[in-house]
């Protein structure tokens, strides 16, 4: 899509507008004016609305109803590490408040500035003229090593997740979220839930990760090809930066024309003004001063089962009734083939 899908705010995602009205006043300027409220389709996780207050615009973020799984769904870490890296070269939306209160509207939420500018979801970029494709690319690659690049103890972001152990930690996480969204048999992930342990790499590296970085999570200017903001940041922490990397690389190793599975595997890339996978490893490499990418199988692997692992929250959600986006149930069926290519990246194959 070019730009995000405004709807009414679903029956499920309803909260007390006029209770938000109040609080907001002496906080946003012209709130006391009232607002207009409407929620983007999108993002599976955490609801997020556009509010129209006093002639400017903005973008609220709260957690889904419902039960929610232990950790997830941190609006306030979102918000911290926004809010950090305002003083950086990162893209980032202007972090304008953060409420923990659930008295207001039923879960705590942040209100952050609204960025104009496009949003594509799919990573074939077929909606985008040819011509800007390579370059998009370029300035997302350059985008992600401007985040690993800072130095997180600087910013204030030393309490914001262990600085070791990335990623043995987000196995055991993502293991247990699987068992406790777990719908059935998934022989893939339960291979993969053996082998990762088993398979880390010697090294430890720690940056801020975003956890979710790809080009569907990113705003580009309204014309131009570059990057102008990073989006949900819900799963951001202290973490291995190569993990960020691979997970950006996965439609590389997923089919193309697949429902629910953006994938590029099987284009010619060439012919659509894409660069291929290890242009984009050497891109990272120039602006984070590397000399390789050690261990990518592993981290590819790693990073189907952690997306396995999200999908199958994502459907476990929609089951429930709670998922924040109506094809959820579709999505959510896809977490076994994600595991699967996990596996055979895993093997080598």
Same mark, same amino acid.
């Given at each position: 899509?070019?730009?995000?899908?405004?709807?009414?705010?679903?029956? =499920?995602?309803?909260?007390? &507008?006029?209770?938000?009205?109040?609080?907001?006043?002496?906080?946003?300027?012209? =709130?006391?004016?009232?607002?207009?409220?409407?929620?983007?389709?999108?993002?599976?996780?955490?609801?997020?609305?556009?509010?129209?207050?006093?002639?400017?615009?903005?973008?609220?973020?709260?957690?889904?109803?419902?039960?929610?799984?232990?950790?997830?769904? /941190?609006?306030?870490?979102?918000?911290?590490?926004?809010?950090?890296?305002?003083?950086?070269?990162?893209?980032?939306?202007?972090?304008?408040?953060?409420?923990?209160?659930?008295?207001?509207?039923?879960?705590?939420?942040?209100?952050?500035?609204?960025?104009?500018?496009?949003?594509?979801? &799919?990573?074939?970029?077929?909606?985008?003229?040819?011509?800007?494709?390579?370059?998009?690319?370029?300035?997302?690659?350059?985008?992600?090593?401007?985040?690993?690049?800072?130095?997180?103890?600087?910013?204030?972001?030393?309490?914001?997740?262990?600085?070791?152990?990335?990623?043995?930690?987000?196995?055991?996480?993502?293991?247990?979220?699987?068992? =406790?969204?777990?719908?059935?048999?998934?022989?893939? /992930?339960?291979?993969?839930?053996?082998?990762?342990?088993?398979?880390?790499?010697?090294?430890?590296?720690?940056?801020?990760?975003?956890?979710?970085?790809?080009?569907?999570?990113?705003?580009?200017?309204?014309?131009?090809?570059?990057?102008?903001?990073?989006?949900?940041?819900?799963?951001?922490?202290?973490?291995?930066?190569?993990?960020?990397?691979?997970?950006?690389?996965?439609?590389?190793?997923?089919?193309?024309?697949?429902?629910?599975?953006?994938?590029?595997?099987?284009?010619?890339?060439?012919? /659509?003004?894409?660069?291929?996978?290890?242009?984009?490893?050497?891109?990272?490499?120039?602006?984070?001063?590397?000399?390789?990418?050690?261990?990518?199988?592993?981290?590819?692997?790693?990073?189907?089962?952690?997306?396995?692992?999200?999908?199958?929250?994502?459907?476990?959600?929609?089951?429930?009734?709670?998922?924040?986006?109506?094809?959820?149930?579709?999505?959510?069926?896809?977490?076994?083939?994600?595991?699967?290519?996990?596996?055979?990246?895993?093997?080598?194959?």
């Amino acid at each position: 899509m070019s730009e995000a899908i405004l709807i009414d705010v679903l029956p =499920a995602h309803q909260f007390d &507008q006029d209770r938000l009205t109040q609080y907001l006043t002496g906080r946003l300027p012209g =709130a006391d004016a009232g607002m207009n409220v409407k929620q983007f389709q999108g993002g599976q996780s955490n609801p997020t609305y556009l509010l129209e207050i006093g002639g400017k615009r903005y973008v609220l973020r709260k957690k889904p109803p419902g039960k929610l799984l232990p950790s997830a769904h /941190m609006v306030e870490r979102e918000f911290q590490v926004i809010n950090a890296l305002g003083a950086t070269d990162v893209p980032v939306p202007k972090a304008e408040l953060l409420c923990e209160d659930p008295d207001i509207i039923g879960t705590a939420f942040y209100i952050m500035e609204y960025v104009e500018g496009r949003v594509h979801t &799919q990573p074939l970029l077929e909606a985008v003229d040819k011509s800007q494709r390579e370059p998009i690319y370029h300035s997302m690659i350059e985008t992600m090593a401007k985040l690993h690049n800072v130095d997180w103890k600087a910013v204030g972001l030393e309490s914001y997740g262990k600085a070791e152990g990335y990623i043995p930690r987000q196995i055991k996480r993502w293991s247990g979220q699987f068992e =406790a969204s777990r719908t059935g048999e998934m022989p893939a /992930m339960d291979k993969l839930m053996a082998w990762l342990p088993d398979n880390m790499p010697d090294k430890d590296e720690t940056t801020i990760a975003h956890g979710d970085f790809r080009v569907g999570n990113l705003i580009l200017h309204p014309t131009e090809p570059r990057v102008v903001s990073i989006l949900d940041w819900e799963l951001a922490t202290l973490g291995h930066p190569l993990s960020d990397l691979a997970y950006c690389c996965l439609p590389y190793h997923l089919p193309a024309g697949m429902d629910g599975v953006k994938g590029m595997l099987g284009e010619d890339l060439k012919s /659509m003004g894409l660069p291929e996978e290890q242009q984009v490893l050497d891109w990272y490499c120039q602006y984070t001063g590397r000399n390789e990418i050690p261990n990518w199988n592993f981290f590819v692997a790693f990073s189907l089962f952690r997306l396995a692992a999200i999908v199958q929250g994502v459907y476990h959600r929609a089951l429930q009734g709670n998922a924040s986006n109506a094809d959820a149930l579709e999505v959510g069926k896809r977490a076994g083939l994600l595991a699967e290519r996990g596996w055979e990246i895993s093997q080598g194959r």
